[in-house]
C-alpha cells in the first residue's frame, strides 16, 4: 500500500500524494494511514518514497500541512472557519514513519553506489536463503542488497532521532499521529528477529527484541516532543513470528503485552494473514499454515492480553488487517471480538469509497454486497480490443514470457515476489489521475511501469527526467550480463 509515486530518491507529498487521498478523504473512512514516510533519505527501500524534511520550516512543511488537510477535508488548504461547523468528523490523518535499514536496494536506497546500509548485525537480506536459489536470482541479490554495516550506538540513537524528527514533522504539519513501522523487514522489526539480530550488547534479539522500538516510542512520547493527544500508534506483522509452533506464538502474544505495558501507545495494528471466520476455521485446521496459524492467534488473544494491562492511558485499540474483503468477514472481527478497527488495504484501491458504498449497501439491505471476495482471475482480464494499446503490450508480456522459458535461469525473487503489490500500485496512480481501475492490466505490465516509467505528478524542480532513464539503462546492464552468461 506504499504509494511508490515520489521522484527517484524521494521527495515531500506533492499533487499526484494529494489527488490520491482527496479520493480517500471523500470515502468517509475513520482513520486514514500513509505509505510508509522514510526517516532516513539514505535507507529508501525501493527509491520512490516521501521522506521526513531535514529541517522542519514554514516551507519544507507546507506540502506535508496541505497533505494533512487534504486527509482531514479532501483539499489542501483548510475550510473557512464558517464552513468547519458542517463537516462533521473528519478521518484521523496518520503518518507511517519507517527506516528502511538492511532492506534498501543498491541506487535506489539514495546511498552511493555499494555503500552498504545500516542495519543490527551484518546480515544481508536472503542470507537464508543463500544456495537455495538459481544464478541469476543470487546474482540480482548480490548487485542489489549489499551485505549491512552493524549500527554502533551512535547509530542506534541517531536512529532513534530521526523517527523522533518524523513524529515532530507530523505534528507540526498538522497530522493527528504516527504509526510507527515495526514490521515487513525494516529497520525495527530487523531489531526484534533473531534472524537479522545477532547483536550481543543490550540490543541483542534475544535478550531484549523489543528495546531499539521501546527508545523510538520512549523518546516520541517524552515530555515536550510532541502534544498530549498525538496519536502513537504500532504496526506489527504476525508473519515476522512463524517458526517453532508455540515458542513463537508465545513470543509474539509477549511483545503485544510488553507494549501495551508501556502506557504510550494508542493502537496495535496486526497485520500478516488472511482473516477466517471462526465458523469456518475448524473444517480447514488441517490445511492452514503456520503463518496463518500465528495470525488468528494475534487476533483472537491480542484484545484480551490488551485489555488486561494496567497504565494511566487506556490500552491501545487492536486494529486487524489481513483479508477483510467480504462484508461478513468484517462483521465477523467485530462480531467476536477480534479487533476495534477494521485494517483495509488492497480493497480500499479497488473501492476508495468503500465506507460509503458499505453504509449504503446496510441501509439499502442490499445483502450479496461484499459477499463474496474479489476475484484473483479479475486482475489481467484480457483487453476488448485485439488491436488496443492494451492488446500489444500483452503480446509483447507473452513474448517475453516465452523467450524466458528458454532461459535457465528463474525469475530473481526479488521481483516475482512484488508483481502483484506492483499492480495496485499503478492502480493507485490511476486513482490519483481520476481513472478508473484497469482491470485489462497484467502484473508483469504494472511491474515495468513501476520500476521503469517515469513518475507522475513529479515537480518539474525535481530534475528527475535522466534519473530514470539511468534506473532503465540499469536493468538493461543487468539483464545483459545475465542473458551474456546464458550465451
Not at 524521494?10 to 489527488?19: E, F, K, V, Y
Not at 490520491?20 to 525501493?46: C, E, F, S
Not at 507530523?170 to 539480530?197: C, T
Amino acid at each position: 500500500m506504499y504509494e511508490h509515486f515520489a521522484p527517484l530518491w524521494g521527495s515531500p507529498p506533492h499533487s499526484g500524494i494529494l489527488a490520491l487521498y482527496a479520493r480517500w478523504a471523500a470515502g468517509d473512512w475513520g482513520m486514514v494511514i500513509t505509505g510508509n514516510v522514510q526517516v532516513a533519505k539514505d535507507h529508501l527501500p525501493l527509491g520512490r518514497d516521501m521522506i521526513v524534511p531535514d529541517v522542519l520550516t514554514d516551507e519544507t512543511l507546507a506540502p506535508w500541512r496541505a497533505l494533512a488537510n487534504v486527509m482531514h477535508f479532501g483539499s489542501p488548504e483548510p475550510p473557512a472557519p464558517a464552513d468547519a461547523k458542517d463537516l462533521g468528523k473528519t478521518p484521523l490523518a496518520i503518518v507511517q514513519i519507517s527506516h528502511g535499514g538492511r532492506q534498501t536496494m543498491n541506487f535506489f536506497s539514495g546511498r552511493p553506489l555499494f555503500a552498504p546500509p545500516l542495519a543490527p548485525s551484518a546480515v544481508p537480506v536472503g542470507a537464508s536463503h543463500k544456495g537455495k536459489e538459481g544464478w541469476l536470482s543470487a546474482f540480482v541479490h548480490s548487485l542489489m542488497l549489499q551485505v549491512p554495516k552493524e549500527m554502533s550506538l551512535t547509530d542506534i540513537h541517531r536512529a532513534v532521532g530521526q523517527f523522533v524528527h518524523g513524529a515532530q514533522m507530523a505534528a507540526r504539519g498538522g497530522f493527528d499521529g504516527v504509526e510507527v513501522h515495526a514490521a515487513h523487514g525494516y529497520l525495527i522489526s530487523q531489531f526484534i528477529s533473531p534472524k537479522s539480530n545477532r547483536r550481543t550488547d543490550e540490543y541483542s534479539a534475544e535478550r531484549d527484541p523489543l528495546h531499539f522500538l521501546r527508545d523510538v516510542v520512549f523518546a516520541i512520547r517524552a515530555p515536550g516532543v510532541v502534544p498530549n493527544d498525538f496519536v502513537v500508534g504500532v504496526k506489527l506483522n504476525s508473519a515476522d513470528y512463524v517458526g517453532d509452533g508455540s515458542t513463537k506464538e508465545n513470543r509474539a502474544l509477549e511483545h503485544v503485552r510488553e507494549i501495551g505495558e508501556w502506557g504510550l501507545v494508542d493502537f496495535i495494528e496486526v497485520s500478516g494473514g488472511d482473516y477466517e471466520d471462526p465458523q469456518f476455521i475448524d473444517t480447514v485446521e488441517n490445511f492452514k499454515s503456520p503463518r496463518q496459524v500465528i495470525f488468528e492467534s494475534f487476533a483472537e488473544k491480542s484484545m484480551s492480553i490488551l485489555s488486561n494491562t494496567a497504565t494511566n492511558r487506556p490500552p491501545p485499540v487492536v486494529v486487524l488487517t489481513g483479508g477483510l474483503n467480504t462484508l461478513p468477514r468484517m462483521t465477523s472481527v467485530l462480531a467476536h471480538d477480534h479487533a476495534h478497527l477494521l485494517g483495509i488495504a488492497r480493497l480500499s484501491v479497488l473501492h476508495p469509497e468503500l465506507p460509503k458504498e458499505l453504509s449504503s449497501a446496510i441501509k439499502s439491505g442490499t445483502p450479496a454486497f461484499m459477499s463474496d471476495p474479489p476475484s484473483v482471475s479479475e486482475l489481467g482480464q484480457r483487453p476488448r480490443s485485439l488491436l488496443s494499446v492494451r492488446a500489444v503490450e500483452r503480446l509483447l508480456c507473452y513474448i517475453l514470457i516465452l523467450v524466458w522459458s528458454v532461459v535457465p535461469a528463474s525469475i530473481p525473487r526479488i521481483i516475482g515476489a512484488s508483481a502483484s503489490v506492483n499492480w495496485y500500485n499503478i492502480m493507485l496512480r490511476r486513482i490519483a489521475r481520476g481513472q478508473d481501475i484497469d482491470y485489462t492490466m497484467g502484473t508483469i505490465g504494472a511491474t515495468l511501469r513501476c520500476y521503469l516509467g517515469g513518475t507522475p505528478y513529479a515537480p518539474q524542480e525535481s530534475g528527475e527526467g535522466w534519473t530514470w532513464w539511468a534506473a532503465v539503462a540499469m536493468v538493461g546492464v543487468v539483464l545483459g550480463i545475465g542473458l551474456g552468461q546464458v550465451v
